[in-house]
C-alpha cells in the first residue's frame, strides 16, 4: 500500500499543477495555458494508473482507492493554496476538511 501512497502523492502533486499552477500567470493566453496543463496532467497519469493498478493487485477496493486519492489531493492542495496561491487556510476550510476526512475513515476501513 506505501508504494500506491507514494505515485498517489507524486501523481496528486503535478495534477495540482496543471489544474491550478496557471492561476499565478494570468497574462498567459489560454490555449498556451490548455496545452501546457495537458502535458503535465499526462506525467500525472503515468503516475495515477500504475498507483490504481498496484492499489488494487494489493487489495484495496475501487472506492479505497478513489478515497485515499481524494485525501491526499486535500492535504496536496492545502500546501498550495497557502504557498503557492497565498490564500489563508481559514476555520471553516478546516472544518470542512475534517469532515471529509472523516469520510475516508469510514470508507478506508474494512468493516
Request: proline letters at 2%; glycine letters at 4%; zero cysteines.
Amino acid at each position: 500500500m506505501l508504494k500506491t501512497i507514494i505515485l498517489l502523492i507524486i501523481s496528486n502533486i503535478f495534477m495540482t499543477i496543471a489544474w491550478y499552477g496557471h492561476l499565478k500567470f494570468e497574462n498567459v493566453s489560454l490555449w498556451k495555458i490548455v496545452v501546457i496543463s495537458w502535458l503535465i496532467a499526462f506525467i500525472e497519469y503515468s503516475f495515477m494508473i500504475p498507483a490504481n493498478r498496484i492499489g488494487k493487485l494489493e487489495g484495496m477496493s475501487g472506492y479505497q482507492l478513489k478515497i485515499t486519492q481524494e485525501a491526499i489531493t486535500i492535504i496536496i492542495f492545502i500546501v498550495f493554496a497557502v504557498f503557492v496561491l497565498k490564500e489563508p487556510l481559514k476555520w471553516n476550510h478546516i472544518v470542512g476538511f475534517i469532515l471529509l476526512f472523516l469520510s475516508v475513515f469510514f470508507i478506508a476501513k474494512k468493516f
